[in-house]
Structure formats: structure tokens, C-alpha cells
């Protein structure tokens, strides 16, 4: 049991001296774990731009999505503006005196 204790105090020391991979005897692939450390990094990093950009797109679609409709009700309200009876009921309501011609308009001059 000493021993173990003994091998596990050694490990931790090692690690807070930063000699643990010379005492492993993997130095010479001390490269190939930066680069492997460095592409996990870069990978986390592209996750969580592609993470803010979806997190865009999904709130520019709801607004998309508003001024649709939106802008159904607006053409909804102009295709009922736009017939002749509508607009003559509005007229009244509003207590204009303007009607509708009863002869076609006649021209001044040349």
C-alpha cells in the first residue's frame, strides 16, 4: 500500500513539475499531442461559432416569419381598401360630400 501512495505522489509531483511525459518517455511526441491539443481546440472553437450562427439565423427567421405576416395583413387591408363600395362606405362614414362622378369628366382646352 506504501508503495502505491509512494507511485501516486510521484505521478502528482511530476505533474506539478511538469516532468510527467519526460518520466513516461513520450517527449519525442511532444508535437504530435500540441498539434492534437491544438486541433481539439480549434475544433471546440468552430463548434461554437457555427453555434452563435445558427443561434442568428433561428432569430432572424422568427422575424421573417413576423413580417410576413405582417405583410399578409397589410395586403389583405389594400385588396379591401381597393374596391369602389369600401371606399364609398368610408367616404359616407367620414361625412365627405365626395361620390362618384354620374358623367365622365370633360376636357378644358387642347
Request: glycine share 6%.
Amino acid at each position: 500500500m506504501k508503495k502505491v501512495l509512494l507511485a501516486i505522489k510521484n505521478v502528482f509531483m511530476a505533474i506539478l513539475k511538469g516532468e510527467l511525459l519526460l518520466r513516461m518517455g513520450v517527449d519525442k511526441y511532444f508535437i504530435h499531442i500540441a498539434y492534437t491539443f491544438l486541433l481539439f481546440w480549434l475544433i471546440i472553437l468552430y463548434s461554437m461559432m457555427v453555434q452563435g450562427t445558427l443561434a442568428k439565423v433561428e432569430k432572424n427567421r422568427s422575424a421573417v416569419n413576423d413580417l410576413k405576416i405582417n405583410h399578409s395583413y397589410k395586403t389583405v387591408q389594400l385588396v379591401s381598401l381597393g374596391r369602389l363600395q369600401t371606399v364609398e362606405d368610408l367616404l359616407k362614414e367620414h361625412g365627405s360630400d365626395i361620390t362618384l362622378p354620374e358623367k365622365p369628366a370633360d376636357k378644358l382646352g387642347d
